[in-house]
């Protein structure tokens, strides 16, 4: 099979022996595979798949979606042809893709090839961490930082769909509005000021909106930290935390066990899946390219001013 490849610390196409399913796993003829930043940091040499995971360190892709094209021993919930998508631990960028069957889950209808190879990443990341995390709640307020990517597209619509009222901080003029049409009031980075309104922030740039952040939270308020593309540290003045009696969370789901994914799954697939089905969520792609371009795919991407996801397809 061809899988998207690092070599000497660049992305290119190479050749791979076919991956066989083992017990409980499926063979997945992949037809589109989303990018993000956790596949920039692995190219840079900054982000291996988590130790024991099986998953070559040379191909990188956290979701795919495509067809199954053979199913190991134990496998029933899905059969041979059946459309199916993914979050996995890597090697998703390939023709072909081992993965647990209980980390699969159905493609619906509403959701066509290319985005469903971009949906399994960024709309558990932002389920998991506004949901379970922080426990958004409805008529809260949540402010999401660096919203016109994969993860802040996906949070906005989640958000918007539980009924909370939701801000956005965007910084390219051009991406503004199209954020804004998923139901967010939308600003720049730099109209953000301390001032006491959000129930819940979502952090997707990092550490130097830190101490904004702490003081624009609501009393009660949370922030959880997904992103930190914009700096690793920040300073806290501990008054502010208190007073406000705050929490600041963090998570990451590359590192989670196949069972804790699984567990996602079932979730995305009880509580997300119907809403894309009704035509309330959407997955925004800014571009798809052929696997032979994946270095332009992944230039696009490293380049930002994107709105939403990109896609590689098979
Ligand atoms: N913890 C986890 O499990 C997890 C899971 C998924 C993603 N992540 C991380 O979460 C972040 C967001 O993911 P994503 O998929 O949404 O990435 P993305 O598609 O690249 O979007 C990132 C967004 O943040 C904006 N941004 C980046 N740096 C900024 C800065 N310094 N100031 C203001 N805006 C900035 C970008 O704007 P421009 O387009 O203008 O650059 C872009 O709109 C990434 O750092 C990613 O690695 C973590």
Redesign the pocket.
């Known amino acids: 099979m061809r899988a998207a490849t690092i070599r000497d610390g660049k992305i290119v196409v190479a050749e791979h022996p076919d991956p066989e399913p083992g017990a409980g796993q499926v063979l997945v003829r992949v037809h589109a595979a989303g990018l993000?930043?956790?596949d920039q940091?692995q190219l840079l040499g900054l982000y291996p798949p988590p130790p024991g995971s099986g998953v070559p360190d040379d191909i990188p892709g956290l979701e795919l979606a495509g067809e199954v094209a053979a199913t190991g021993p134990g496998v029933t919930r899905f059969a041979v042809g059946d459309p199916v998508m993914a979050l996995v631990a890597g090697a998703g960028q390939a023709e072909l893709a081992v993965v647990p069957e209980r980390q699969l889950m159905p493609v619906p209808e509403a959701l066509d090839s290319p985005h469903d190879g971009a949906f399994p990443?960024?709309f558990s990341?932002a389920y998991d961490a506004l949901f379970h995390q922080v426990k958004l709640r409805t008529g809260e307020h949540l402010l999401v930082?660096?919203?016109?990517?994969?993860?802040?597209t996906a949070a906005v619509q989640l958000a918007v769909a539980l009924g909370a009222r939701v801000t956005a901080?965007?910084?390219?003029p051009d991406?503004r509005s199209a954020v804004a049409a998923l139901g967010a009031n939308v600003i720049a980075?730099e109209e953000c000021a301390p001032g006491g309104s959000y129930d819940v922030i979502l952090e997707?740039?990092?550490g130097?909106n830190i101490p904004t952040d702490l003081r624009s939270l609501a009393v009660g308020g949370r922030i959880v930290v997904?992103?930190?593309?914009?700096g690793f540290a920040a300073e806290l003045n501990l008054i502010e935390l208190l007073y406000r009696r705050a929490t600041i969370a963090g998570?990451?789901?590359?590192t989670r066990s196949p069972e804790e994914k699984a567990l996602l799954a079932r979730q995305i697939e009880r509580y997300v899946l119907p809403n894309v089905s009704a035509g309330r969520l959407r997955v925004p792609l800014a571009a798809a390219y052929p696997l032979d371009q994946v270095a332009d795919a992944y230039a696009h991407?490293a380049g930002?001013?994107?709105i939403?996801?990109i896609a590689l397809t098979f």
């Not at 997904?226 to 914009?230: A, D, K, P, R, T």
């Open positions: 993000n930043g956790a940091a990443e960024v990341t930082h660096g919203a016109a990517g994969g993860v802040g901080t965007v910084r390219d991406a980075p997707l740039v990092g130097p997904i992103g930190v593309g914009g998570t990451n789901l590359r991407f930002g001013g994107k939403g996801k």
